[in-house]
């Protein structure tokens, strides 16, 4: 009697289904750590722009004209994952960091002002939005 090698059709079956189980769970919360990670890009970078507005406002008491090109504000780089901008008139400002399409952040916009009011103004599909902070996790906590 020949012995046959090999598996039978319900252990690959088997096998495929608990990796399709396996996909599942992991894939989104592989997704939802690319984004949590990409996020302190913008945080960082607003907030470095905070402190260049500040010291634009020491020399020039004003922050008229802050985020022109030249001056120590200058409205920071977009990245491959963030575009920034610069409002200011001669009391106030707003930068703004909205994630691009195509990147993993695309969907989010963060701003920073002149009183350090951080908020979130818009998040993507399945994300909770929180007044006056940051949103760093899907539950909208800061």
Same mark, same amino acid.
């Given at each position: 009697?020949?012995?046959?090698?090999? /598996?039978?059709?319900?252990?690959?079956?088997?096998?495929?289904?608990?990796?399709?189980?396996?996909?599942?769970?992991?894939?989104?919360?592989?997704?939802?750590?690319?984004?949590?990670?990409?996020?302190?890009?913008?945080?960082?970078?607003?907030? *470095?722009?905070?402190?260049?507005?500040?010291?634009?406002?020491?020399?020039?008491?004003?922050? !008229?004209? !802050?985020?022109?090109?030249?001056?120590?504000?200058?409205?920071?780089? *977009?990245?491959?994952? /963030?575009? /920034?901008?610069?409002? %200011?008139?001669?009391?106030?400002?707003?930068?703004? !960091?909205?994630?691009?399409?195509? %990147?993993?952040?695309?969907?989010?916009? /963060?701003?920073?002002?002149? *009183?350090?009011?951080?908020?979130?103004?818009?998040?993507?599909?399945?994300?909770?939005?929180?007044?006056?902070?940051?949103?760093?996790?899907?539950?909208?906590?800061?």
């Amino acid at each position: 009697m020949v012995r046959q090698r090999g /598996f039978t059709l319900i252990e690959v079956m088997i096998t495929v289904l608990i990796l399709s189980i396996l996909a599942a769970i992991a894939i989104p919360s592989y997704r939802d750590y690319v984004v949590r990670g990409a996020l302190p890009e913008a945080f960082s970078t607003l907030s *470095a722009h905070r402190v260049k507005m500040e010291q634009f406002f020491q020399d020039n008491r004003t922050y !008229a004209d !802050a985020c022109d090109d030249g001056t120590i504000a200058t409205t920071p780089a *977009a990245t491959d994952r /963030f575009t /920034f901008a610069c409002e %200011s008139d001669a009391t106030t400002y707003t930068v703004t !960091a909205t994630g691009n399409d195509g %990147s993993p952040v695309a969907g989010f916009a /963060f701003t920073i002002d002149q *009183a350090n009011n951080r908020d979130t103004t818009e998040v993507p599909d399945g994300w909770t939005d929180a007044d006056g902070c940051w949103v760093v996790k899907k539950d909208g906590s800061c």
